[in-house]
């Protein structure tokens, strides 16, 4: 079957670096996303990887192997409006997005 | 701003009263999506539409159903809403399905069934 494992719940602390991980097993691949999703709204989109290395846009990167059926999303210099949930999708040979239930990241003072 | 809306953004309704959820666009994107999100769940696909051709998912049930009257509107008609209905329903758009296209969000709507 079709799977995306993320972490539950992250904490950290206003300031630091935070890395969401996010491992994926798919019939086929084509690419992988990163959203956010501020409690009670609607998720926000944050990347787009399909080939192998880290992207980087401002404090948020993202990485992915495809190899390894893995991602982070790496998130610098946190302020507290980045607390939020942060959804991990892979897109399969159907171009189907398979979405895993999302890290919900704390951040602390 | 080029946006999705949805209303309303919160809605009530009766173990088994009728209610229709709405959907527009006017991003001018091909497809339109309905996903059922319950509390720190993924979102789950309900159906979506390229252009007029409707694509329902294996396990949506039969008590969803949906419209697209035009590009613009697409709407979320619950039957019979049932207690496990609870949840909030997600729009979503994309300019072409089969590909790598970005799906932008409405802000949802949250629904109660008492």
């Known amino acids: 079957g079709q799977n995306i494992d993320q972490p539950t719940e992250m904490t950290a602390t206003e300031g630091a670096i935070v890395q969401i991980n996010c491992t994926y097993q798919t019939s086929g691949f084509n690419g992988l996303f990163w959203y956010q999703q501020h409690a009670g709204e609607a998720p926000t989109f944050l990347s787009y990887n399909v080939l192998d290395g880290l992207e980087e846009k401002g404090r948020f990167s993202s990485f992915l192997s495809r190899s390894k059926g893995y991602s982070y999303l790496l998130l610098k210099e946190l302020q507290m409006k980045d607390s939020a949930s942060y959804l991990c999708a892979a897109l399969d040979s159907n171009y189907q997005l398979i979405w895993g239930a999302g890290t919900k990241l704390i951040i602390k003072p | 701003d080029a946006m999705v809306i949805q209303n309303p953004r919160y809605q009530v309704t009766q173990f088994g009263k009728p209610v229709t959820l709405s959907c527009s666009q006017t991003?001018?994107?091909?497809?339109m999506y309905w996903y059922q999100q319950k509390s720190s769940q993924a979102p789950k696909l309900l159906f979506h539409y390229y252009d007029k051709d409707f694509n329902n998912e294996a396990d949506t049930p039969d008590n969803f159903q949906s419209r697209r009257p035009n590009t613009s509107f697409c709407f979320l008609d619950i039957r019979s809403p049932g207690l496990g209905d609870a949840a909030m329903y997600l729009c979503a758009t994309s300019r072409e399905v089969g590909g790598t296209d970005t799906q932008y969000f409405g802000p949802g709507t949250r629904l109660t069934v008492l």
């Open positions: 991003l001018n994107h091909n497809v």
